[in-house]
């Protein structure tokens, strides 16, 4: 048995793609919306995922007292909700193997999400899913390879083995700190690159960006404990490619909208917004260069344009590569 919480695209896109696959294993995705869920029960579709059929055997539910007792639970919900979601539910939450799937640290804490969960669940085993994949694709059955970290390589293989499927290729690490890095800062990476082509600023300055950007990334998961190899993997250098490049991403569009002077739909996730703040108070405080996340803040919070954020890169000291 499958649990998945957090029906928004992704959970709902994991959901289609582990139930789709086999008969022998059963999904129950929960949401927090009643109406929504028992929409999405009945009709065998939802908006996040448009011209997806959910699979027979997929069941949509709201109440978390019908949690399976059994197997994983992975939590596909917004990084700023995590706290709030672990908190509320622990009684059904707590000892169990919780696989986390959002991407960001906590704007109030400077935490990763394990750290999150460490602090609320400290009784649970914490595991992470992480890497490039746009829920879309997941959902249409196209190939992705994503990390499935965990704290012992047992319960890495073990977690791998139940959450693959034929198109949806898990690789297993024991290191979750840089796992969980990756994910979150490619986000604040992907919208300084998107406000770099939404200003008209030309791809050598996406590419300088995006490289520079991973030189930061590595910075700071070397100073929290992150074996490097993990940043050169899918869950970093994958998904910082992936995201800053492509506009199926909502925070390189986000950038885009940014650098084009354009509002952006306040409803739509976009995790790097709040993580570029997050990332900069821990860079700051533990004496860490990263520029790219400095200037992204400023973007974010409208302290900057996009002008002045890149001259504020350019003017830096030359230094050595
Ligand atoms: N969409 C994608 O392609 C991918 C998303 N992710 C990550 O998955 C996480 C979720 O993203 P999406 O599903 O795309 O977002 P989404 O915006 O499609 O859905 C978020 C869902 O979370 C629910 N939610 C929000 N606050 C909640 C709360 N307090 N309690 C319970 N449910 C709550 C919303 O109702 C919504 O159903 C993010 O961290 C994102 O970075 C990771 C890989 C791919
Ligand atoms: O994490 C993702 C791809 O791996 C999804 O990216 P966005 O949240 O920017 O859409």
């Not at 709902?12 to 022998?24: G, I, N, P």
């Not at 994503?146 to 690490?173: F, V």
């Not at 890095?181 to 008209?200: D, F, P, R, T």
């Not at 950038?255 to 790097?272: K, M, Y």
Request: contains cysteine; aromatic residues 4%; charged residues 15%.
């Amino acid at each position: 048995m499958i649990s998945i919480l957090g029906a928004g695209a992704f959970g709902t896109a994991l959901a289609v793609s582990m139930q789709r696959e086999s008969d022998a294993r059963t999904v129950w995705l929960w949401g927090r919306n009643a109406d929504a869920m028992a929409q999405m029960q009945a009709s065998r579709e939802t908006p996040r995922l448009p011209g997806v059929t959910l699979p027979d055997g997929l069941t949509c539910a709201s109440e978390m007292s019908a949690l399976p007792d059994h197997g994983p639970i992975l939590l596909a919900t917004p990084m700023q909700t995590l706290r709030a979601l672990l908190t509320t539910h622990a009684d059904q939450l707590s000892h169990r193997t919780l696989v986390i799937c959002c991407k960001g640290i906590e704007l109030s804490s400077g935490l990763r999400a394990s750290q999150v969960l460490a602090e609320v669940l400290p009784d649970a085993t914490p595991a992470t899913l992480t890497g490039p994949s746009f829920a879309a694709d997941i959902a249409r059955g196209l190939p992705t390879a994503l990390t499935l970290a965990c704290g012992t390589a047992a319960c890495a293989e073990t977690l791998q083995t139940q959450l693959s499927t034929h198109n949806l290729r898990l690789y297993s690490s024991t290191d979750i700190i840089g796992a969980e890095l990756g994910g979150a800062l490619k986000n604040v990476i992907a919208i300084a690159c998107g406000a770099a082509i939404g200003a008209g600023l030309g791809e050598s300055a996406r590419a300088a960006l995006l490289t520079r950007g991973y030189a930061e990334m590595q910075r700071m998961a070397a100073a929290l404990g992150a074996e490097p190899e993990t940043l050169a993997g899918l869950s970093g250098f994958g998904d910082l490619t992936l995201t800053c490049t492509s506009e199926q991403s909502r925070n390189y569009r986000f950038g885009a909208s940014i650098g084009r002077g354009e509002a952006f739909d306040p409803a739509v996730t976009v995790e790097g917004a709040a993580t570029a703040r997050a990332t900069h108070d821990v860079a700051t405080q533990r004496g860490l260069d990263m520029p790219i996340t400095a200037v992204v803040t400023g973007l974010v919070e409208a302290r900057l344009d996009v002008a002045t954020a890149m001259d504020m890169l350019l003017s830096r000291p030359l230094k050595k590569e």
